[in-house]
């Protein structure tokens, strides 16, 4: 069942350590739908709803990122964003480190509405500029170029014994995402 047109009827907020299971949740079941047949199938069969469980509450308890989920009407977790200060491009000063959508709630909005939140927040953390990596055949990519994301970098990496390339986009001037 795909979910309203604009998706305003989501709730935003911020993380709670309760809300590990729910983002772990999203974040498996968006790696399965994403990235089959990109993604060897076995590796994506041995995801772990426990160890995602555990990152994501580590992540929530550690407070050194921004961390958001979306809720539908019933309370159920149907997205989430992570990001802080970025992690090796020097020309970038935040990260967006994961964002995840449930199928039935991508293509509304809501993505749009999670990396605007998470921009907002590190704008007010004095953080001016993002990036973010992403594997070059997720459909996601044309989402971020959408955004205003410019691929600035590829590289290789290995998951689940495939070659696979990766592209990083950035955005330079994060108040730009709200001019859109």
């Keep these: 069942m795909k979910a309203r047109e604009g998706s305003d009827m989501e709730t935003i907020r911020a993380a709670r350590q309760e809300d590990a299971w729910g983002m772990a949740h999203v974040s498996v079941d968006s790696w399965r739908t994403t990235y089959t047949g990109i993604v060897p199938a076995d590796y994506l069969d041995q ?15 550690a407070r050194q990122s921004f961390t958001f989920v979306a809720e539908n009407e019933q309370g159920k977790i149907v997205g989430l964003v ?19 959508l449930l199928q039935d709630y991508q293509g509304m909005g ?31 990519c044309r989402f971020y170029e ?19 390339q990766e592209v990083a986009y950035g955005w330079s001037d994060l108040s730009r995402l709200f001019v859109r």
């Design 82 to 100: 992570s990001g802080g200060p970025g992690r090796g491009e020097d020309a970038y000063q935040g990260e967006l480190y994961a964002i995840y």
């Design 146 to 164: 959408a955004l205003g994301g410019q691929p600035f970098k590829t590289q290789q990496i290995e998951i689940g014994g495939a070659d696979l």
């Design 47 to 61: 995801l772990s709803l426990s160890s995602r469980a555990q990152g994501w509450l580590a992540i929530v308890e």
């Design 110 to 140: 809501l993505g749009t509405r999670l990396i605007k939140i998470l921009a907002e927040h590190l704008l007010k953390a004095g953080i001016q500029s993002m990036f973010l990596w992403a594997l070059t055949e997720n459909p996601a």
